[in-house]
C-alpha cells in the first residue's frame, strides 16, 4: 500500500475530529442561539447519537457486502452537509435542524468510524505495524486543529454560522483527497495471515472456538465502550462544564476541550514503544488508570485551573485505549474484519447513551458529578484490561 492510500484514511479521520472540534467549541454559542437548557441541549446532542449508532450498526454489514470504501467515502460527504445545516439553523433558532445536521454528521461519522477502523486493523496486518493508533492520532491531529481555530473563532466573537461554513469547507477538502486516493487493500489479502490459517483453525472445534472469541469480544468490547464513552463525555460536555459549572468564558472552555485533545494526540503519537515495551494489555490498564484519575479530579475540582489540568490528564489517560483494543480486536488469523466491527460497534454504543444521559444528570446534579459515569466505565476497563494483551487470541486459536 502506498502512502496516499493509507493518506486518504488518515485525511477522513482527520477530518471527523476537525468537525467534531469545530462544533464542541462553539456548543455554548449554539445553545444560547437556540435558547436551550442543559437537559433540551441533551436532546439536540442525540440527533449525533442517533445518526452514528443507525450508521454503525448497519455498518458491519454493509462492510461485508461493499468492502469498506462506499462507508468511507459516505462518512467523507454527509459530515460536510451537516454542518452546513447546522450552521444555518442554529442562529434561526430550529433546533429540528439542528438535530437534523448533528443526525447526518453522526451517521456519516458512523459509517466512516466501522469502515476506517476495519480497514486501518487490515492494513496494519498487512504491514506488521502501527496503523490503528496512528489513525486515531490523526482524529486527535483534527481536534487540536479544530479546537485552536475553535478558540480563535471564539475569542474573535466570529458569528456561529461563518465559523461552521469556514468548517465546513476544510472538511469538504480532506474528504475530496481522501475520495482521489482512496485504495482498500483486497479482503483476501487484508484478512489472510501468512500462517497457514486453515491448519490453525482446524486445531480446535468451531464451538469451542466461537465460545472462547465471544468470551474475548465480550471483554475487549467493554473496554472499547468504557474508552469511546470516556472520550465522547469530554467532547460533548467539556467547554459546557466549564461555563455552567466554574462559570468560565467560552473561550476558556473551548482552550480547555483543545488541552483534552492535545493531551490525546500527544498519547497516540508517541505511545507506540510504551506499548512495544510493556504489552498491550498492560498499556490499556495504564490508560484506564490514568484516565480515571483525571475524571475523578474533574468531579472534585473546586477551580477552572484544576479542571484544565485534570482534563489533560483524561485526555492522556485514555489516548491509546481505543485503538489498543481495535488492534487486539483485529489480532486474528482468520476473523479480523468481522471482530473489529462488532468491537467497534460496541464501543460506539457510547455515543447513543451519552449525551442524554449525561445531560439528565448533569440537569440535576451538575456535569462536574455527571463525570461520575465515566469513571465508573473506566475503573470497568481497569479490571478487564488483559483481554487486550498481546496474541493472546491467536494463542487461543492455535491451542
Known amino acids: 500500500?502506498?502512502?496516499?492510500?493509507?493518506?486518504?484514511?488518515?485525511?477522513?479521520?482527520?477530518?471527523t475530529g476537525f468537525g467534531i472540534a469545530t462544533w464542541v467549541t462553539r456548543t455554548p454559542a449554539i445553545r444560547d442561539e437556540l435558547g436551550a437548557s442543559i437537559e433540551a441541549m441533551g436532546l439536540v446532542l442525540l440527533g449525533l447519537s442517533i445518526g452514528?449508532?443507525?450508521?454503525?450498526?448497519?455498518?458491519?454489514?454493509?462492510?461485508?457486502?461493499?468492502?469498506?470504501?462506499?462507508?468511507?467515502?459516505l462518512?467523507?460527504?454527509?459530515?460536510?452537509?451537516?454542518?452546513?445545516?447546522?450552521?444555518?439553523?442554529?442562529?434561526?433558532?430550529?433546533?429540528?435542524?439542528?438535530?437534523?445536521?448533528?443526525?447526518l454528521i453522526g451517521f456519516g461519522s458512523g459509517v466512516a468510524e466501522i469502515g476506517l477502523n476495519v480497514e486501518a486493523a487490515a492494513v496494519e496486518r498487512h504491514l506488521g505495524r502501527p496503523v490503528v493508533p496512528v489513525l486515531h492520532a490523526c482524529f486527535s491531529l483534527g481536534t487540536v486543529v479544530g479546537g485552536v481555530v475553535g478558540i480563535a473563532m471564539t475569542a474573535a466573537r466570529t458569528p456561529v454560522v461563518v465559523h461552521l461554513l469556514v468548517g465546513?469547507?476544510?472538511?469538504?477538502?480532506?474528504?475530496?483527497?481522501?475520495?482521489?486516493?482512496?485504495?482498500?487493500?483486497?479482503?483476501?489479502t487484508a484478512t489472510q495471515n501468512p500462517d497457514d490459517t486453515a491448519t490453525a483453525a482446524s486445531r480446535v472445534s468451531t464451538t469451542t472456538r466461537r465460545s472462547v472469541l465471544t468470551?474475548?469480544?465480550?471483554?475487549?468490547?467493554?473496554?472499547?465502550?468504557?474508552?469511546?464513552f470516556a472520550e465522547g463525555a469530554a467532547s460533548d460536555w467539556l467547554p459546557l462544564l466549564m461555563t455552567t459549572d466554574h462559570d468560565a468564558p467560552e473561550a476558556v472552555g473551548s482552550?480547555?476541550?483543545?488541552?483534552?485533545?492535545?493531551?490525546?494526540?500527544?498519547?497516540?503519537?508517541?505511545?507506540?514503544?510504551?506499548?512495544?515495551?510493556?504489552?498491550?494489555?498492560?498499556?490499556?490498564?495504564?490508560?484506564a488508570a490514568v484516565g480515571a484519575v483525571g475524571v475523578l479530579l474533574v468531579v472534585v475540582s473546586p477551580s477552572p485551573v484544576v479542571t484544565a489540568i485534570a482534563a489533560a490528564v483524561w485526555g492522556l489517560g485514555i489516548a491509546l485505549g481505543f485503538p489498543l483494543a481495535i488492534s487486539a480486536a483485529g489480532d486474528h488469523?482468520?476473523?479480523?474484519?468481522?471482530?473489529?466491527?462488532?468491537?467497534a460497534t460496541a464501543g460506539y454504543i457510547a455515543f447513543l447513551v451519552g449525551p442524554p444521559l449525561l445531560g439528565f444528570v448533569g440537569e440535576h446534579l451538575g456535569l462536574?458529578?455527571?463525570?461520575?459515569?465515566?469513571?465508573?466505565?473506566?475503573?470497568?476497563?481497569?479490571?478487564?484490561?488483559?483481554?487486550?494483551?498481546d496474541a493472546d487470541v491467536r494463542r487461543t486459536v492455535s491451542a
Request: net charge positive.
Open 1 to 15: 500500500m502506498t502512502r496516499h492510500p493509507r493518506g486518504a484514511l488518515f485525511a477522513t479521520s482527520t477530518m
Open 52 to 73: 452514528s449508532m443507525i450508521g454503525i450498526l448497519g455498518a458491519g454489514a454493509l462492510v461485508r457486502r461493499l468492502g469498506t470504501r462506499p462507508l468511507i467515502l
Open 75 to 103: 462518512g467523507g460527504a454527509l459530515p460536510v452537509v451537516g454542518m452546513v445545516l447546522v450552521a444555518l439553523l442554529a442562529p434561526a433558532q430550529v433546533p429540528a435542524g439542528v438535530w437534523a445536521g448533528l443526525f
Open 168 to 188: 465546513a469547507a476544510v472538511m469538504a477538502a480532506l474528504a475530496a483527497f481522501a475520495a482521489l486516493n482512496l485504495q482498500p487493500l483486497p479482503r483476501a
Open 215 to 228: 468470551v474475548q469480544l465480550a471483554l475487549i468490547a467493554v473496554i472499547t465502550l468504557a474508552m469511546a
Open 255 to 287: 482552550l480547555v476541550f483543545t488541552g483534552f485533545a492535545l493531551a490525546m494526540l500527544i498519547g497516540r503519537s508517541a505511545g507506540t514503544p510504551l506499548v512495544t515495551r510493556l504489552g498491550r494489555g498492560r498499556v490499556v490498564r495504564l490508560c
Open 333 to 343: 488469523p482468520t476473523d479480523g474484519d468481522r471482530r473489529v466491527s462488532v468491537v
Open 368 to 389: 462536574q458529578a455527571a463525570m461520575v459515569v465515566p469513571l465508573v466505565l473506566l475503573v470497568a476497563a481497569f479490571v478487564v484490561a488483559p483481554a487486550a494483551r
